[in-house]
């Protein structure tokens, strides 16, 4: 089957670094994103890796194993606004979009 | 301004009674979506759209029909809708499958 597996939640300090895996198992692998969503909101997306290796935005990179069928996603220098929910997403070899069920990011203080 | 849209924002109905929920995108984007997102399961595609007149079922495509009949409108048709339906429902838009998905504010649907 296909799926995508992430911790269901994560607890951090304000100012520190947290990472977020996902594991993955799809029929064909193009690439893996990842996408943000606040209480109420729409998700959004963050980054996309379709090469191993990682990829930076500003305080947020993100890091794809294609051999490991890993990625993670890291928060740098957390800030409480990014308490939200945050999925990883493959796009499988009949062009569908495969989500894992998200992570949840508590951030303290 | 690039947007997704989406109406209604919310809805009350009764089993059986058909619906219609619009999505339309001004991006000129390829490939559209349907989610449902539901507690503690993430989300799921409904069905996606590569094109015009091209759909497909997604992973939860039961009780659902889609149409795309223009580019920018991609409506999603609850025939005959039921309580296991009530879901927060997303539409979304890319200019392919490998690019930045665009997501609609969301449709919060509840089925009596």
């Known amino acids: 089957g296909q799926s995508l597996e992430q911790p269901s939640e994560v607890t951090a300090v304000e100012g520190a670094i947290v990472q977020i895996n996902c594991t993955y198992q799809?029929?064909?692998?193009?690439?893996l994103s990842w996408y943000q969503q606040h209480d109420g909101g729409a998700p959004t997306f963050l980054s996309y890796n379709a090469l191993d290796g990682l990829e930076e935005t500003g305080r947020f990179s993100s890091f794809l194993s294609r051999s490991d069928s890993y990625g993670y996603l890291l928060l740098q220098e957390l800030q409480m606004k990014d308490s939200a929910s945050y999925f990883c997403?493959?796009?499988?070899?009949?062009?569908?979009?495969?989500f894992g069920k998200g992570t949840r990011l508590h951030i303290l203080p | 301004e690039a947007q997704v849209t989406q109406n209604p924002r919310y809805l009350i109905t009764v089993t059986g009674k058909k619906l219609t929920v619009t999505c339309s995108q001004n991006?000129?984007?390829?490939?559209m979506s349907w989610y449902r997102q539901d507690p503690g399961l993430g989300l799921r595609q409904i069905y996606y759209?590569?094109?015009?007149?091209?759909?497909d079922k997604g992973d939860v495509p039961e009780g659902y029909k889609v149409s795309r009949k223009e580019k920018r409108n991609f409506p999603l048709i609850l025939e005959s809708p039921s309580p296991n339906q009530t879901s927060l429902y997303f539409c979304?838009?890319?200019?392919?499958?490998?690019?930045?998905?665009?997501f609609g504010p969301g449709t919060r649907l509840l089925v009596l």
């Open positions: 997403a493959v796009e499988n070899r009949d062009d569908k979009i495969i």
């Open positions: 979304a838009s890319s200019l392919g499958t490998q690019e930045t998905q665009y």
């Open positions: 799809t029929s064909g692998f193009y690439g």
């Open positions: 991006m000129n984007h390829e490939y």
């Open positions: 759209s590569m094109n015009v007149e091209v759909t």
